[in-house]
Nanobody, 127 residues
Framework: VQLQASGGGLVQPGGSLRLSCAAS????????MGWFRQAPGKEREIVAG????????YYDDSVKGRFIISRDNAKNTLYLQMYSLKPEDTAVYYC?????????????????????WGQGTLVTVSS
């Protein structure tokens, strides 16, 4: 499966962006998915995750109330809507998919659980 992340760019503090992750080669409608980010000099960290059904989500405390993860299984696409962006949100954002069989409401929360990764899209929050 190939994951293609897009939607990054330069935005002012307080602004919004929507990231997309289009999957090809294999359906991702039956797997958990997530968004990670990596800032310069830091480890890659999970931002948000979503169960294969889309009914359950996870957010890191740093983005709760500001980011929304969603998926459109008919389009084989994952999204991350980001509001009230802060300079500390600046990072390369990666989407990922976890193909390990799991319950429909399971949200993979650890980096090691993910099997496939997109190439990343850069988000820069600066005035």
């Amino acid at each position: 499966v190939q994951l293609q992340a897009s939607g990054g760019g330069l935005v002012q503090p307080g602004g919004s962006l929507r990231l997309s992750c289009a999957a090809s080669g294999r359906t991702v409608s039956s797997v958990g998915m997530g968004w990670f980010r990596q800032a310069p000099g830091k480890e890659r960290e999970i931002v948000a995750g979503i169960s294969k059904s889309g009914g359950r989500t996870y957010y890191d405390d740093s983005v709760k109330g500001r980011f929304i993860i969603s998926r459109d299984n008919a389009k084989n696409t994952l999204y991350l809507q980001m509001y009230s962006l802060k300079p500390e949100d600046t990072a390369v954002y990666y989407c990922a998919a976890d193909f390990t069989p799991a319950r429909s409401d399971y949200v993979p929360g650890r980096r090691i659980e993910y099997d496939y990764w997109g190439q990343g899209t850069l988000v820069t929050v600066s005035s």
